[in-house]
């Protein structure tokens, strides 16, 4: 590497560090996140799912970062998509990290996956989603009355018919649980 | 009389309040009938089922249609501020409700206004409100469960979503997240954990750990926090002190998923149903 490569990496990786060159687009529900993720991250572009800075924080929220510099391109992406952020700010605090720890439980005849405060149980044999616990966002016993009785395959993903955090979560274990069952 | 506050998985589901009853698995308030699945239908049949058995009247339901987009909440919210404080409730939970901080203290300010205070219980989303809104203490009893532990224990998590992972990872023992969940004032008066093993704590002491029988399988079935919060709902309105409920319906809860048989895939409606020969056994 030559030495002004050097100085521009060194520069990219301390202004990454700092946010500096990250902004953040505020939804108005977590579902839209959800689908601005997904609209997103199929389009190629680097974003990640974070929680919001302590000054917009209402309750049950996650913001989008991505590259400020791309902020035009990417909107644009969303627009086409029909998708409107309610705000987009620079990066200005540290953002909160979601939870990336999976907790397994084996029962032998069941195995369960634990993200957060989430749950999910599928019958190895069937693959049937037979129960989902924890959580306490209203659409939690919406997404079980959705999904437990069907295979991993055939139910909706909470990624979905998800809506707040707790279904996020959810979506998380059920991506965890198809890795661990794919064959 | 005792008031229970939550959300039905239902986005049609009207602003329903009056007095809860249980037939044929199905809650029923002012002619609707819902199907017992989890979340605040499972508190409410556990605590209707609690009650008949130790001789009270049903409890209070304040309900709403909310799959999680928030508005039934809200509107709920919003009905609450208005009337709240015109009430007479000697025990008021809170459940499953889109957590919002704003107007969580205008419920609480609502509650200022009634001329006894109830015993203030808050479980699932309206917990996570409360922890976040920095009045915790308010509150006499949280009831969550190991990760939602964890949440508490985390000074800097909005949500159990945001936890951090020193802090959430299995080798922590209760006994350490309930000290650090009281060190930065993130506890109510009174914790009932529900886990592997249940544990009743306040600020001083853990003043019991529940750990048998022992069902693995009640940790994967959805539900089973909230019967827990119905059964010590239903056993504070009738007159028991928080700590001493609270390790009464560790126990019962724990009793009645027994009896249930349960495998991960059991039902929380199986266990409700074992409600009254467990409470029989742990209070009789």
Redesign the interface.
């Given at each position: 590497m030559s030495f002004f490569g050097f100085l521009k990496s060194k520069k990219a990786k301390k202004s990454s560090e700092t946010g500096n060159d990250r902004g953040i687009f505020v939804f108005e529900?977590?579902?839209e996140v959800i689908r601005a993720e997904s609209v997103l991250k199929t389009s190629g572009w680097k974003i990640r799912v974070m929680?919001p800075p302590p000054e917009i924080?209402?309750?049950?929220?996650l913001v989008i970062e991505f590259p400020l510099i791309e902020e035009l391109n990417i909107v644009r992406t969303l627009w086409v998509a029909g998708i409107s952020p309610r705000k987009v700010m620079p990066v200005s605090n540290t953002l909160?990290?979601?939870?990336?720890?999976f907790?397994i439980?084996d029962?032998g005849?069941?195995l369960?996956v634990?993200a957060?405060?989430m749950?999910l149980?599928v019958?190895k044999k069937t693959l049937t989603i037979?129960?989902?616990?924890?959580?306490?966002?209203?659409?939690?016993?919406?997404?079980?009355?959705e999904m437990?009785g069907k295979t991993l395959t055939k139910a909706p993903s909470p990624r979905e018919i998800?809506?707040?955090?707790?279904?996020?979560?959810l979506q998380l274990a059920y991506e965890e649980m198809k890795r661990k069952c794919s064959p | 009389m005792l008031a229970i506050v939550g959300t039905i998985p239902d986005q049609n589901f009207p602003l329903t309040t009056g007095k809860v009853t249980l037939k044929d698995n199905k809650i029923c308030i002012r002619g609707k009938h819902i199907h017992v699945n989890r979340g605040t239908p499972a508190l409410l049949a556990a605590a209707v089922k609690t009650a008949e058995a130790l001789g009270q009247s049903e409890p209070f339901g304040y309900l709403i249609g909310d799959i999680g987009l928030g508005e039934g909440s809200r509107k709920l919210y919003e009905y609450l501020t208005g009337n709240l404080g015109q009430s007479d409730f000697s025990v008021l939970t809170f459940h499953y409700l889109q957590p919002d901080v704003d107007w969580h203290n205008r419920v609480l300010f609502a509650i200022e206004e009634m001329t006894k205070q109830p015993v203030l219980i808050a479980d699932a989303g309206f917990m996570y409100a409360a922890k976040m809104s920095g009045q915790s203490a308010v509150y006499d009893l949280f009831t969550p469960d190991i990760g939602e532990l964890a949440f508490l224990a985390d000074e800097a998590a909005p949500h159990p979503f945001y936890t951090r992972g020193f802090i959430l990872q299995d080798e922590n023992p209760a006994s350490d997240l309930i000290a650090r969940a009281y060190k930065y004032k993130n506890a109510a008066q009174y914790l009932l954990v529900k886990g592997k093993e249940d544990c009743v704590a306040n600020r001083q002491n853990i003043l019991a750990t529940i750990n048998t029988p022992i069902d693995d399988a009640m940790e994967a079935i959805g539900g089973t926090g909230d019967t827990l919060t119905g059964i010590v709902t239903a056993l504070i309105g009738s007159g028991m002190e928080i700590g001493d409920a609270a390790i009464a319906a560790a126990k019962i809860n724990r009793l009645a998923g027994h009896y249930a048989r349960p495998t991960p895939a059991t039902q929380v409606i199986e266990i409700i149903h074992q409600i009254p020969g467990a409470l029989q056994e742990i209070l009789l």
């Open positions: 529900h977590t579902s929680g924080r209402s309750g049950c929220d909160l990290q979601p939870v990336d720890l907790q439980k029962f005849q069941y369960m634990r957060a405060n749950k149980t019958e037979v129960n989902i616990s924890g959580g306490g966002c209203p659409d939690v016993p919406y997404l079980a009355q437990v998800g809506h707040t955090l707790c279904g996020y979560a | -």
